[in-house]
């Protein structure tokens, strides 16, 4: 097949995209980041059409948006980098034209004239459901946070009228759209993967938690990621006040927007707050940790989940992500509900008081479980596809 992947950015489009090319696909690239950079994640230059200017520009006001949102609440540059896309995409002939939301419409409407089909990829829940649930979190911690703004509210319901297929990444975000009157016909789910052999530990590293927790050492509980509201910031910050003086310690891994500053420092002197690390980095926090903890309230998938399942670490997290898919319940881990920290408080003194069957959960992780790699992801959206051509 001759593929389009069109993406602001990176995203997982990129490991989507070589996974594809190595199953045999034409494909190509279009995204804002410079070509020599999208070469390290294992993309050829031949695959990569680049507009390395709106790149530049996108991560200026992303920067200077951190301390003044507004600046960053403009459809411009959506467009702009939507009209670039369009032109580029109409020059050639596709099978499937491969977009993510946000920055698609120019080129679906123009795939409307020119016939090719086109997959949008949503990566979190409809955007109205995203909207409802961080609006509920915003009058329940009294703060305000970042959320949708008006105008892309409009432009993604837009792209969903105008696509031919909506693809989401786990069962829950499948479901908002159901929820929001988006036909079944229409919707595909395609669970995203992780690169495995990045992110799996070796033996020793796995003895060393074993023997930790069977020790009675703190339990070393880990969360990678933006540190926001969305991501559970308040129900975390329950935990962690509520785990104060019992054999437990957190670790954060991650960015911490404005919004959440006030919040990180009533806790401060209970989490260890390490900053944003590069992918190639976070392996060796999973590494150093026992558990994971992701208590979101809303994740289309929750990337982060499938890198803490290849490093062995059993997970606690919601049923808002792609926990249910992922977890085996009792297993690998938990999935519990959002908005509930004390089930996480309760799970968490499960696992200070049992021990010997955490330590066998993180052996049982190791020796059988699988995590879900590129290369079946790449063969399932290749399904997709051919069910839909033919």
Known sequence: MRIAVVVPGRFFAFDLAVALIRRGHDVTVFTNYPVWAAQRFGLRSENIRSFWMHGVVSRIVNRLGQALPSLCDTP??????????????????????????????????????????????????????????????????????????????????????????????????????????????????????????????????????????????????????????????????????????????????GRIPPESRSAIGRISDAVEIIPHQPQSELPYWYAQSDLFMFPTIQDGFGVVLAQANASALPILTTTNCCGPELIREGKTGWTLPIREPQAFVDRLLWCDQNRSQLADMVEHLYQTFRPRDWSSVAEDFEAICLQRLH
């Open 76 to 253: 411009e540059l959506h467009r702009i980098f939507g009209r670039w896309a369009a032109k580029e995409i109409s020059r050639e002939n596709w099978d499937i034209v491969h977009l993510y939301s946000g920055t698609a419409q120019e080129v679906l409407e123009g795939g409307r004239r020119a016939g090719y089909y086109t997959q949008l990829v949503r990566a979190s829940a409809h955007i109205r459901v995203q909207d409802r649930l961080l609006a509920e979190e915003e009058t329940r911690s009294g703060q305000a946070i970042e959320r949708p703004a008006a105008w892309m509210i409009a432009r993604e319901e837009r792209e969903y009228e105008l696509c031919d297929e909506i693809v989401t990444v786990s069962g829950f975000a499948y479901n908002t759209f159901l929820e929001e009157g988006i036909r079944e016909t229409k919707l595909r789910l395609l669970p995203l993967g992780v690169d495995v052999s990045h992110f799996r530990p070796d033996a020793g590293l796995v003895a060393e938690r074993r023997r930790r927790i069977r020790a009675g050492d703190p339990l070393r509980v880990l969360y990678v990621g933006v540190v926001s509201y969305q991501k559970g910031l308040l129900d975390f910050a329950r935990v962690v006040e509520a785990m104060r003086g019992l054999r437990v310690q957190f670790r954060f891994v």
